[in-house]
């Protein structure tokens, strides 16, 4: 006030107030423009200092911070912009250099490449035989590879890439030459190999040769044609060879009665399932007459294709369904890990199940608080005290010495320990008996082990797996009881994965089924 007020411009506003308002949006505007140049200031200062970085010849993609901290502290490029910014635009320099030196490294690397793909096209010494060893040799000694500086620092693995290509060159070359050398030849032999088609397609007009047809039956009268004798001893296909090609093109409608039995099933609106019977499959394939002139085995093996398609399919779908229950559980209990206040084991699920009505794991795993009560449940008891840790030490030795005392009993009612009455030779001898089991007893044994390990895995999985109430979770248990069961008498051999099945089990289901629908 006191310097402005002996100024004529005090008085063009009359109003103290106004003069107040005056004053405070010149003020306002005043520090905007300050904080406008602040930061124009600052920009440019990075600005240069990024250019600085990416010219200065001592730089690199390997410098560190601190390195370059004490290395520039004086400059005052490196002074002018504060730390966090300096920071932000030391990373972006030296992500420019990283780029900036791996174009010019492949540059360098397309260049060498480029003139040593020159080069050894000159060297007489390397053939299309020549070894890498041997190439390394040669150029070694030859003054043009020795001479030049671009090829001082090249890379193994970039010579022998060029040396391989160049080698392929001289192959192809190569190659091409003894092609022209014998192709007289094959002309020749193609020419007796149509030949002799011929003669089977004559066959086969005349009606002497169908897809049942043997070779020992034709061979009386395709031997006596000069046609077959032309063939024998020429390389490639073998008459027998060219009789056999000719009976799978007769064969070959299978592909064509694929079509139509698909084009059949689409009409009739049919799928296949896994329960699906073949006597239902027929009867829809019998009833129309697309299908009057297709082999029936045709129609056996496209059957068994479309189940085991079926099978699959419904296998897939189970492990999908489960693998989305087994995430939703995993993620409900790193919900209830995570919880902020933690969890304790005397919480109560119903008291504190509002502050995880929101998150996504509690809303995404099931619509029943049935099933979030119960996993809750699971979570805390694995978080109760050390006395139930007691607990369960004197529970498990126990139960040691109940299996003591059972193996005792076993070895008084066993006959190694009644031999009192015998002489020494008998107890010895009756002892290796003992001691050592019968086959049979071992491949028991090893059954009972299968059976057990398979029992425990289940268990493991009924523990680890939610219980759901629903009619898909009920589906799902019902299926995997059966595949179970299944695996459990068929006797698989522990190799065979429980997913999917392999090729000698197919091929069993294959012959089993082709059985039954040849019963029908």
């Given at each position: ?97 990283s780029k900036k030196e791996k174009k010019e490294e492949t540059e360098l690397r397309a260049k060498q490449k480029e003139e040593l793909a020159i080069l050894l096209e000159d060297v007489k010494e390397i053939s299309y035989k020549t070894t890498w060893a041997d190439a390394q040799e040669v150029l070694s000694s030859y003054k043009p590879f020795k001479n030049n500086i671009l090829f001082e620092n090249i890379d193994k693995e970039d010579m022998l890439g060029v040396f391989m290509e160049h080698i392929k060159a001289l192959e ?349």
């Amino acid at each position: 006030m006191k310097q402005i007020s002996s100024d004529k411009r005090y008085n063009a506003i009359p109003k103290l107030n106004e003069k107040k308002q005056a004053f405070n949006a010149y003020k306002t505007q005043k520090a905007k423009e300050e904080k406008e140049e602040e930061r124009q200031a600052a920009k440019e200062a990075k600005e240069k200092l990024y250019e600085y970085l990416i010219s200065h010849p001592h730089m690199n993609s390997n410098m560190l911070y601190r390195k370059t901290n004490e290395l520039l502290e004086s400059h005052k490029e490196w002074s002018v912009v504060p730390e966090r910014d300096r920071k932000d635009v030391f990373e972006d320099a030296i992500f420019f250099l990283s780029k900036k030196e791996k174009k010019e490294e492949t540059e360098l690397r397309a260049k060498q490449k480029e003139e040593l793909a020159i080069l050894l096209e000159d060297v007489k010494e390397i053939s299309y035989k020549t070894t890498w060893a041997d190439a390394q040799e040669v150029l070694s000694s030859y003054k043009p590879f020795k001479n030049n500086i671009l090829f001082e620092n090249i890379d193994k693995e970039d010579m022998l890439g060029v040396f391989m290509e160049h080698i392929k060159a001289l192959e192809l070359d190569y190659e091409d030459d003894k092609q022209k050398k014998f192709a007289k030849e094959r002309r020749a032999q193609r020419i007796n190999r149509d030949n002799f088609i011929k003669l089977l397609n004559e066959l086969h007009e005349r009606k002497k040769l169908d897809s049942t047809s043997l070779w020992a039956d034709l061979y009386s009268i395709v031997s006596k044609d000069t046609r077959y004798g032309v063939m024998l001893g020429q390389p490639g296909s073998t008459p027998l060879d060219l009789f056999k090609f000719y009976l799978e093109d007769l064969k070959s409608t299978m592909h064509e009665d694929k079509k139509t039995i698909k084009e059949v099933l689409k009409q009739a609106n049919f799928e296949v399932e896994p329960d699906t019977s073949y006597e239902k499959f027929h009867s829809i394939i019998s009833a129309s007459d697309k299908t009057r002139g297709i082999d029936k085995g045709n129609i056996k093996l496209h059957f068994l294709s479309l189940l085991e398609k079926a099978e699959a399919r419904e296998k897939e779908a189970q492990r999908a369904e489960e693998r989305k229950l087994r995430r939703k559980e995993a993620a409900f209990k790193h919900m209830l890990k995570d919880a902020n206040p933690p969890i304790t084991a005397e919480d109560e699920w119903s008291k504190i199940k509002s502050r995880f009505e929101k998150d996504p794991a509690y809303v995404a795993f099931s619509d029943d608080d049935k099933s979030r009560s119960k996993q809750f449940k699971d979570f805390a008891a694995s978080l109760e005290p050390e006395s139930n840790s007691d607990d369960y030490s004197e529970k498990h030795k126990k139960k040691r010495h109940k299996k003591e005392k059972k193996h005792k009993h076993r070895a008084k009612r066993s006959p190694s320990y009644d031999m009192t009455g015998s002489s020494d030779e008998d107890r010895k001898k009756k002892q290796k008996k003992t001691e050592e089991p019968s086959d049979e007893e071992k491949e028991d044994n090893k059954r009972k082990e299968k059976k057990s390990k398979k029992k425990s895995k289940k268990k493991k999985k009924e523990k680890n797996t939610h219980e759901s109430d629903s009619d898909d979770d009920k589906k799902r248990k019902k299926s995997n009881k059966r595949s179970s069961d299944k695996e459990e008498k068929s006797g698989e051999s522990e190799n065979e994965s429980d997913d999917d099945l392999s090729e000698t089990e197919l091929e069993k289901r294959r012959k089993k089924l082709l059985e039954e629908l040849s019963r029908h």
